[in-house]
């Protein structure tokens, strides 16, 4: 598989014989990952004086252990093709996930809703993320809000290798956009100013429509090769949160895997639609892949600039 080679999977957050692990599991001998390596940080513990000179490897003890029992898990469930190993230390959670995946080269992290450190992790991580549902799930369909962005065309990479390596029976890919009402604003005080405020909005709005909808056959062409692809627009009108726009409709998507964009770096109200909201809900019963792999997007570009270039 052409991305997510090395994955690093956080057993503070995924815990032995759970059926995230067995999801993971699965994904891997789909998938086959070059290396795969478990992290498993015990957080420090004070001890009194004369327990630790008694015991001097009282936590050791307890890591070790964990670290033999992933070794004999991997060796029985996964492929003999993937490479495993396993850290297992004491220390801070982010920081040790962060340093190991910096440290291995990771392409992909896996953690799940439950981990104390997920937002910081999606946030802070040199690479994909990918949040597994905490009961048994198969992926059969892809879900993939867009925006065609750079980061749409990131996202839609993943979209593909995956595709290609899983028994994906249909995607679903929803264009979300601001409609006029976010750009057109005025203080009307006669009936003729209300009047030309709504002709200006359905001018405009008549263009989004005709952007959006040349975008998406376009996009539809270039990703022919998918199983049964659908691509629709999502129209955002004032007042409605984008987030919150986005987050309905993965919570209505019978899709059990949602691939989205890096965080934005603008919290509120962001320009483009196809990124990770800071209000992001993970359900426990689909896999989220947050695609980021240092693809950045540029917020000066805005979609109402490109669809003035577009008209």
């Not at 307890?62 to 396993?86: R, Y």
Request: net charge negative; hydrophobic share 40%.
């Amino acid at each position: 598989m052409k991305k997510m080679q090395n994955w690093l999977i956080d057993l503070n957050a995924i815990t032995l014989g759970s059926e995230a692990l067995e999801n993971i599991m699965s994904l891997a001998n789909q998938l086959k990952p070059k290396t795969i390596h478990f992290i498993h940080v015990a957080k420090k513990v004070e001890l009194p004086a004369d327990l630790k000179s008694e015991f001097p490897d009282l936590q050791q003890v307890e890591i070790k252990s964990q670290a033999e029992k992933v070794m004999e898990l991997a060796a029985s469930e996964l492929s003999k093709e993937i490479e495993v190993s396993v850290t297992a230390k004491i220390g801070d959670v982010l920081a040790e996930i962060l340093n190991v995946a910096t440290e291995n080269q990771s392409d992909l992290i896996l953690t799940t809703c439950s981990a104390s450190v997920i937002t910081r992790v999606i946030k802070e991580a040199p690479c994909h993320v990918m949040v597994v549902p905490e009961k048994k799930v198969d992926v059969k369909s892809i879900f993939i809000p867009i925006d065609f962005s750079k980061q749409t065309e990131l996202s839609m990479e993943l979209v593909n290798a995956l595709d290609t390596n899983l028994s994906i029976e249909n995607v679903q890919a929803i264009h979300f956009y601001k409609d006029a009402s976010y750009y057109i604003q005025k203080v009307c005080e006669s009936p003729y100013e209300v009047e030309e405020l709504i002709k200006e909005r359905i001018e405009l709005n008549g263009k989004l429509n005709t952007y959006s909808k040349h975008k998406r056959e376009r996009f539809t062409a270039d990703h022919s090769h998918l199983n049964d692809l659908k691509v629709s627009d999502y129209k955002v009108s004032k007042g409605i949160d984008p987030h919150r726009a986005v987050n309905e409709a993965i919570q209505q998507s019978n899709s059990q895997l949602i691939v989205l964009g890096a965080f934005t770096n603008k919290e509120d109200q962001p320009g483009l639609l196809g990124k990770v909201p800071y209000s992001m809900n993970f359900n426990d019963d689909k896999y989220y892949i947050v695609a980021k792999e240092g693809a950045f997007i540029d917020e000066n570009k805005s979609l109402f600039k490109a669809i003035l270039n577009f008209a």
